[in-house]
């Protein structure tokens, strides 16, 4: 899979590459002259670019990390990190740091809670379910500049997984962290569709961590059962990071937090399905409805402009219904294999019949429009940074720098 990273930091200036990162905190100027220092080193597996300012004029800076930096490779999944979001939570961004440097060296080996506005980044993102509830939604444009540059970075590329690094507890979340007060409410849980995958995605974690999943805690907050919780269990948010992007891009962009004491550790390989929609030419299309029965989702899945779709599935067996104007509307049962001992999601590509009718009618049974996502945004899949071509791993972390990282296991 492909990362990515985001940090929020200053000003630069280049000095020579040091040959070991050393393991403590590094300042805003630190951090950007390390990014800067790996990109201008290692220029065939990374790309450092800015996706915008913050309220003070600093470059928010994206570093991707993969065998093709700056382009997508269709059939590999993108993955961000996010850390830092909150100021004074800085055990992330160090984290990425060494996440960075031990990818780097592995592959050629083979301030406070708010921004300087006063405003929580972390609580000023579109909340999912506000279009539910008819809440206006607070106008892009008078979001902050940071949260602006992240909404527009996102819309350039499809990750299929993300995690947000935060600090002050001992636990791995996951959604949802929010509810419209309807049937997603179970037992004081707000419960997405995909909850099976993201508990397991927890306990991976929490299990891999050396303290995490036996529910011990910081000085300051309860223990956790199994070192996991659901967010809106332990206390519901409004325009966090995580809900808003949980379902929010064309694939699986799954909100997993993992905060105080990480420790980075191996996980198991996710198992799931992956592959492209192919109209009845051959020709992959883009924002096919790919739906699992059972899954009612926010916002519906979608193909990207690559027809790539990701779903991050259990093993078992699904029902899929595929959905494109002036095809029919296809239904296949898929059986998904323990794929944990082969590293990889297994392979489907859905090929689409297109409708043939006389007197109006189709000859092949109904076929319907692509459902309305309920979400209030537009994802334009050619704007920013994003381009054609293999694919990316993204981190972020925060202070004003933003760095995304490109996985190298492609």
Known sequence: AMASLLLFLLPFFILPFASTLEFRYHNNLEIEQYLLQINASNPDI??????????RGQQLWVLALGLSPRRHTVGIPEFKYVANMHGNEVLGRV???????DLVRGYRAKETWFNYNGIDLNRNFPDAFAGLRRQDQLAEEKREAEVRAVIGWLRT?????SANLHGGALVASYPYDNSNGGSEQVGGASVA??????????????????TMHKGGSC????????????????????????TSHTYRSFNNDVQVIFLERLEWKPAEDETGVKGRVLDGSGVPVQDAVVEVRGRRNICPFRSDRHGEYYR?????????????????????????????????AMKHDFLLRRITTTTGRSLFGPTQAPPSPSCNYTLNLEGGGAISGPSQTGLLVGLGLAAALRSLID
Do not use: C
């Not at 790309?47 to 309220?55: A, D, R």
């Not at 590329?157 to 997984?161: D, I, M, Q, S």
């Not at 996991?228 to 409004?238: E, H, V």
């Open 46 to 55: 990374t790309h450092l670019y800015s996706i915008g300012q913050s309220v």
């Open 95 to 101: 984290l990425l740091l060494h996440l960075i440097d």
């Open 157 to 161: 590329e499809t990750f299929v997984l």
């Open 193 to 210: 569709p995909d909850d099976d995958v993201f508990v397991h995605l927890a306990k991976v974690y929490s299990y891999g961590h050396a």
């Open 219 to 242: 000085d300051d907050t309860r223990p956790f059962l199994e070192g996991i919780t659901n967010g809106y269990l332990w206390y519901p948010l409004i325009g966090q990071h995580d």
């Open 312 to 344: 991050l599935l259990l093993p078992g067996n699904y029902t899929f219904t595929v959905t494109y104007p002036g095809h029919e509307v296809l239904t296949e049962m898929l059986n998904i294999p323990d794929s944990s001992d082969q590293f990889s």
